[in-house]
T-cell receptor
Framework: GAGVSQSPSNKVTEKGKDVELRCDPI?????LYWYRQSLGQGLEFLIY????????KSGLPSDRFSAERTGGSVSTLTIQRTQQEDSAVYLC???????????FGPGTRLTVL | DAKTTQPPSMDCAEGRAANLPCNHS???????VYWYRQIHSQGPQYIIH???NNETNEMASLIITEDRKSSTLILPHATLRDTAVYYC????????????????FGQGTILTVHP
């Protein structure tokens, strides 16, 4: 079956521009997560959606970062006024409500010039 | 901060067992031990998880010490495709509130399987 998909696969932007990254979770998965991985760094949790509950935003690094999940399915991560330190691979994952395994997408590589 | 400690790198010969250690001395009663791996340029992949009993699946075995302060992931017959970064993660159980969902990754162990 289809896995988690993310788009675009690569994004190059100029400092100060806004970007939107999209995640399509596995159908039926109620939980959705965003992580990022900077060059040479481990994976850093950003935000977690579970059904209709309020999202856990504790990992968002600044108020320039926000995420939405519409209709309990597709999610968009928005970064406003991008900075060079935002350059990273942004990974999305989904899981069933009480599932133990998070299924990761291939990621979006963001480069801020 | 990650609650686990892993060696930064390990080598293994193809066909031999790879034993990857992990220390999690501050693990609490409702926290599970999870293992994921990340092959170069791909998203992480779930391997196995456990609470206190040893676990085995088609990919690997997980051995957890009786005091739960450490564990070992065993790949019984490593292949070149098992070369990856292996992450040991401690994760709250369902009663862990908002911390249940997220995975806190450390630096992991770079496992290199050589011919």
């Amino acid at each position: 079956g289809a896995g988690v998909s993310q788009s675009p696969s690569n994004k190059v932007t100029e400092k100060g521009k806004d970007v939107e990254l999209r995640c399509d979770p596995i159908s039926g998965h109620t939980a959705l997560y965003w992580y990022r991985q900077s060059l040479g760094q481990g994976l850093e949790f950003l935000i977690y959606f579970q059904g209709n509950s309020a999202p856990d935003k504790s990992g968002l690094p600044s108020d320039r970062f926000s995420a939405e999940r519409t209709g309990g399915s597709v999610s968009t991560l928005t970064i406003q006024r991008t900075q060079q330190e935002d350059s990273a691979v942004y990974l999305c994952a989904s899981s069933p409500r009480f599932g133990n395994e998070q299924f990761f997408g291939p990621g979006t590589r963001l480069t801020v010039l | 901060d990650a609650k686990t400690t892993q060696p930064p790198s390990m080598d293994c010969a193809e066909g031999r067992a790879a034993n990857l250690p992990c220390n999690h001395s501050t693990i609490s009663g409702n926290e599970y031990v999870y293992w994921y791996r990340q092959i170069h340029s791909q998203g992480p992949q779930y391997i196995i998880h456990g609470l206190k009993n040893n676990e085995t699946n088609e990919m690997a075995s997980l051995i957890i010490t009786e005091d739960r302060k450490s564990s070992t992931l065993i790949l019984p017959h490593a292949t070149l495709r098992d070369t990856a970064v292996y992450y040991c993660i401690v994760r709250a159980g369902l009663g862990g509130g908002t911390s249940y969902g997220k995975l806190t990754f450390g630096q992991g162990t770079i496992l290199t399987v050589h011919p």
